[in-house]
């Protein structure tokens, strides 16, 4: 099957194998092919510089996980989230054979299935682990690695856009707030890729401050880096902020507390969950909430991230203060 590719000297295959498996581009459904000149690796998506080839895919995982499943006249195949070593089956359903099959077939160590809904303030998963001894993993997106424990700490795939477009954000010499940090979801790409003044983080949850400071060390981020635990209305320095990030639902409750630590020019970032008849308007809402704090904040972008439920999106806005 004709598939985009790097096309490189034989000498040069494995340092470009390691590279592009720590970006997360290559497609490992499919077999990289050598000849006696180049080495042709293939990618998940065109990315400059890539060409196109014929290439032979992989026994596929999937297909002997429903082969077998049938085979025990078990039909409805669930679909999972995967993580390096474990995977989070989207079912409620406890069969410890169906863990057992997709651990073997996928070479995992841990099978998890949702039992209930994410709890609280802290956003605590719910889920139960029915194959392995579970415990710490990492998630790979792009070039950052995130170290969590999928029972203690929820990661969404659905978000995965809205993270790698952090490191496009030129924040060299800036100072960043992030008011909701969780273990670094939106920070830690902006920590990699800039070289910041300092960045000040916090979030109500231990647990995420403790995987916080574990991927700050597992990704070798260089900066000034302040953190703080617990609420972040209360905790974080009244500094003025080039940049205050706010990855969290319940945002738009916070923003009096994000403008008190702006400065004409500063960008916030706000996640918030809104009907799907406002989605075009609310970021209105919260410009006249502003206006109420005293601040004339301007809208630069409004993004939708992903769906949730059928009737609620979860949207991403960007604004910046023009008066304060």
């Known amino acids: ?50 060409i196109m080839f014929n290439f032979k895919r992989k026994n596929n995982p999937v297909e002997n996980i429903k082969k077998r499943l049938n085979k025990h006249k078990i ?28 651990a073997e077939e996928l070479k995992i160590k841990n099978v998890y299935i949702e039992s209930g809904r994410i709890r609280g303030d802290m956003r605590i998963p719910s889920l139960k682990l029915l194959y392995g001894n579970g415990g710490d993993d990492i998630v790979l997106e792009d070039d950052i690695k995130y170290m969590l424990d999928p029972e203690r700490i929820m990661f969404s795939p659905g978000n995965i856009n809205v993270r790698s477009n952090m490191k496009k954000e030129n924040l060299n010499d800036k100072t960043v707030m992030d008011m909701f940090c969780g273990i670094g979801y939106f920070s830690l790409p902006i920590m990699k890729h800039s070289k910041l003044r300092t960045i000040l983080l916090c979030d109500i949850n231990g647990d995420s401050i403790h995987y ?67 989605v075009d308007s ?13 601040y004339t904040l301007g809208n630069i972008e409004n993004i939708k991230v992903k769906s949730v439920g059928p009737h609620y999106w979860h949207m991403r806005s960007k604004f910046a203060v023009l008066n304060c």
């Not at 295959?13 to 497609?27: C, P």
């Not at 474990?86 to 079912?91: D, E, G």
Request: aromatic residues 10%.
């Open 75 to 102: 039909e409805n195949i669930p679909k999972y989230v995967r993580y390096e070593n474990s995977i989070i089956l989207k079912t409620d359903l406890e069969n410890r054979y169906v863990a057992k099959v997709f």
């Open 282 to 294: 609310y970021y209105k809402t919260i410009i006249a909430r502003a206006r109420r704090c005293g």
């Open 212 to 278: 916080l400071k574990k991927n700050i060390e597992l990704n070798k981020i260089e900066n000034n880096i302040e953190i703080y635990n617990g609420d972040s209305r209360v905790l974080l320095p009244h500094t003025e902020a080039d940049y205050i990030i706010m990855g969290n639902f319940k945002s738009v409750d916070y923003l009096a507390a994000a403008l008190i630590r702006s400065k004409k020019g500063t960008v916030i970032s706000m996640h918030y969950l809104t009907p799907t008849e406002n």
């Open 1 to 50: 099957m004709k598939r985009y590719c790097i096309r490189v000297k034989r000498e040069y295959g494995e340092n470009e194998i390691k590279n592009l498996n720590s970006k997360n581009l290559v497609d490992s459904n499919y077999i990289i092919h050598h000849n006696k000149k180049y080495v042709y690796i293939p990618l998940k998506n065109y990315t400059d510089n890539s």
